[in-house]
């Protein structure tokens, strides 16, 4: 069963950094595409960025873009979203996800992801 944990949240204030990690078991990160999501108190959850199977492809969505980079280390299993620049509304909880099926459209959709972390808390505040 493929296991996703997240690490590297915090509290940070608005312009700062954080870099989160995702580390992948019980699977080989080649063979599934990966995708960070974020879900605010009150709002519904949201694709932040993803990267496919073969790692050739990168998406971020409109909101970071320019701010979050995502990427991965096959050989340590581990999947990173670096978040710079960051705002207050970039608060909340984020999960890394993944898939084995192929994805054509509609990539940073929750429900084309099938294995979740359990998330870590980002706090963006002064």
């Known amino acids: 069963q493929l296991q996703l944990v997240e690490s590297g949240g915090g509290l940070v204030q608005p312009g700062g950094s954080l870099r989160l990690n995702c580390a992948v078991s019980g699977g080989t990160l080649n063979t599934y595409r990966i995708g960070w999501f974020r879900q605010a108190p009150g709002k519904e959850r949201e694709g932040v960025s993803r990267i496919s199977t073969y790692g050739t492809i990168t998406e971020v969505a409109a909101s970071v873009k320019g701010r979050f980079t995502i990427s991965r280390d096959i050989t340590k299993s581990m999947v990173y979203l670096q978040m710079t620049d960051l705002k207050p509304e970039d608060t909340g909880i984020y999960y890394c996800?993944?898939?084995?099926?192929?994805?054509?459209?509609?990539?940073?959709?929750?429900?084309?992801?099938?294995?979740w972390g359990q998330g870590t808390q980002v706090t963006v505040s002064s």
């Open positions: 996800a993944a898939d084995l099926e192929p994805c054509t459209s509609l990539c940073l959709t929750p429900d084309r992801y099938n294995y």
